[in-house]
């Protein structure tokens, strides 16, 4: 009897697990076996350091990333300071994307990125640089990304990189590529017709700091007749040779625009505007209006994306060149 009673208690002890296995998680289930692959919501993370390089991350990894940017819309990375945040958001990284040549002033991104321990790719590795001369010392201009052939470098880059992290995505990250870079070919297109409109002795650009030398090295026409790039603060806003605002470089902008005749002068989003106001009323020119420079346009703005703020800066370029011929 005894014996028995036992038996009936152990009964639905045995049967218990049985019956529980089917709701037991998945995951757990198949994280026993060494050979299968773990399930995860959790998308990888690639930080960038600048827009305009998280948008390129964008166009390549689509849903299959978080893309992450460490700069804000409208912020200047050569003189950038990072934070605490920017370390934390750097720990949570598969990987880290920056444009290298020395745009992120005393390489910010670099030692964030070593500190964490994380991968790093320079996106513009490749590049044919433009050099720059001071004082015995070369500089190569980082503003590479405003040639949109230098553009598609950096996008094969990324897909490089994005596929080294994560080899199943491939043949996804080549595809998007593949479009986005056909888009780039059209949007260099549409460049070149726009800017022969404008008549060779017309072609002067004028801004804050030098980030237009690679505009203006791609959509010259001939050697004598190029756009000419002019810019009181130098190649960068930060402190390094050749850089920052002197009043002999001052002074020679402002000659230039009167020699040269420039139309207009422009201001930048992630620059101070008020050296180049103040150059454009000594001058006697108009302010053109503002370029996207070393960032692309907050959320929601026509500058949002790469192609955007390109087309943007030629809509504001032409704008300000063509309509400028009375302020001369
Ligand atoms: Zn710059």
Known sequence: MTRRFLAFLFLPLLILPILLLPLLPVSDASAQGPAAPRESSKKPVVVCSTTQVADFARQVVGGRWTVKCILAPGADPHTYTPTPGDGEMVR????????????????????????????????????????????GEKILDPHAWFSPRNAAIYVNNVVKAISRADPSGRG???????????MLRTLDAWIREQVNR?????????????????????????????????APV?????????????????????????????????????????????IAQ????????????????????????????????????????LSGGDAK
Request: charged share 20%.
């Open 198 to 230: 404008i008549p060779p002795d017309r072609r002067v650009l004028v801004t804050s700091h030098d980030a237009f030398n690679y505009f203006c090295h791609e959509y010259k026409f001939n050697p004598t007749n190029g756009f000419m790039s002019l």
């Open 92 to 135: 949570s990284a598969d990987l880290c994307l920056e444009n290298g040549l020395h745009l992120e002033g005393n390489d910010w991104m670099g030692k964030i990125v070593h500190d964490a321990g994380k991968p790093l790719a320079v996106c513009a590795e490749g590049v044919p640089a433009l050099q720059m001369a001071f004082g």
């Open 234 to 278: 130098g190649w960068s806003t930060g402190s390094e040779v050749g850089a920052g605002m002197t009043p002999e470089r001052r002074a020679e902008v402002t000659e230039s625009i009167r020699r040269f005749g420039a139309a207009a002068v422009f201001v930048e989003t992630s620059v101070n505007p008020k050296l180049i106001r103040e």
């Open 172 to 182: 996804e990250y080549e595809a998007r590529a593949r479009l986005y870079l056909q």
């Open 282 to 321: 000594e001058a006697g020119v108009r302010v053109g209006g503002a370029l996207y420079s070393d960032s692309m346009g907050e959320a929601g703005s026509a500058g949002e994306t790469y192609i955007g703020m390109m087309r943007e800066n030629i809509v504001t370029i032409m704008e300000g060149l």
